[in-house]
Each structure stands twice: as structure tokens, then as C-alpha cells.
């Protein structure tokens, strides 16, 4: 069973950041790409970004400048972090990580974090 753990969500003012960080034991699959998105009550799951394997990064155009994803590996296990800057009352929201594997059924989800931007 794949697992992945993720952390860094709380409170926040606005214009403040926060560092989400979400990682999956190595040797389960190949990854082809990790990601993060972002729910709210009432609303469909949105992508928040995305980094393939190679390194290429796409992003939800309203968050392009204040968002940044990257990606970490080492022997134990694959990371991927999500650095929340400028942040918003709009961005409260549970953030979700995924990981992607080579097959379609390769599909694994977070467990969510809060993330609670006050005004």
C-alpha cells in the first residue's frame, strides 16, 4: 500500500507563507509527476501545480509568482513541497498532494492539510 504524508498546513495572516512538503516511500513505483490541489466546500478539487519527473512545472494561472513547487529525492523516499508566499483569504482551502506512476491506475492522493489564510 502507498502511502504519502503530508505536512506544513495551519493559520496564516494574509501576506504571509507557508511550506507544504508531502513524501512517498521510494521503491513503491516509478513516479512520472507529482502535484498539488487545492479543495473548498462546495467546490470540485482545482490544480494548484504540477512537476514531472523531468522537472517541467505548470501552475493554475491565478497563482503563477506566488506559488512554487519542487521535488526531492533521496534513498529513503520522494518528496514534493509546495511554498505558499503573498497568500490570501481566497488560498484557505485543503490542499491535497499526488503522486503519478507510469500505469493509470498509478494514482495516489494525500491525506489534505488545511491551509487557513485570515484577513
Known amino acids: 500500500q502507498v502511502q504519502l504524508v503530508e505536512s506544513g498546513g495551519g493559520l496564516v495572516q494574509a501576506g504571509g507563507s507557508l511550506r507544504l512538503s508531502c513524501a512517498v516511500s521510494?521503491?513503491?513505483?516509478?513516479?512520472?509527476?507529482m502535484g498539488w490541489y487545492r479543495q473548498t466546500p462546495g467546490k470540485l478539487r482545482e490544480l494548484v501545480a504540477r512537476i514531472t519527473s523531468g522537472g517541467s512545472t505548470n501552475y493554475a494561472d491565478s497563482l503563477k509568482g506566488r506559488f512554487t513547487i519542487s521535488s526531492s529525492r533521496d534513498n529513503a523516499k520522494n518528496t514534493v513541497y509546495l511554498q505558499m508566499n503573498s497568500l490570501k483569504p481566497e488560498d484557505t482551502a485543503v490542499y491535497y498532494c499526488?503522486?503519478?506512476?507510469?500505469?493509470?491506475?498509478?494514482?495516489?492522493w494525500g491525506q489534505g492539510t488545511q491551509v487557513t489564510v485570515s484577513s
Open positions: 499526488k503522486f503519478s506512476g507510469s500505469y493509470a491506475d498509478q494514482s495516489y
Open positions: 521510494r521503491s513503491r513505483f516509478s513516479i512520472t509527476a
